[in-house]
């Protein structure tokens, strides 16, 4: 099976060590980390309206095309900041298995007894 997330991470840091003329991510690591950040922040905000949109369409196949779209717009920046801290895809996905592990032991909350 094919693994396009991890072939995405490899083209993003062979980007970031061999500048490519007219690449948009030898851009955003040429600008740096803030750069990246905001970019990461644009993405996140536009995924989130995206969600929301979709939502309302009640089936709408163009809002569900844009989500599909700010989603990958984003993944796409979340790993240029990955690339940029040095944090791989097996680094995430070690942590996701760590917490697949805890499934199902929905933490309960306290209620605060206010006459103590």
Known sequence: MKDTLSELYDVVLSRKTE????????????????KILKKVGEECAETVIAAKNAERADGDTEKRS????????LYYHLTVMMASLGI????????????????????????????T
């Open 19 to 34: 500048k490519t003329e007219g690449s948009y991510t030898c851009y955003l690591f040429e600008k740096g980390l803030d």
């Open 66 to 73: 844009e989500l599909i779209g700010e989603i990958c717009d």
């Open 88 to 115: 791989s895809p097996d680094d995430i996905n070690a942590e996701l298995e760590k917490r697949s592990l805890k499934t199902g032991n929905l933490k309960t909350f306290h209620s605060t007894d206010k006459n």
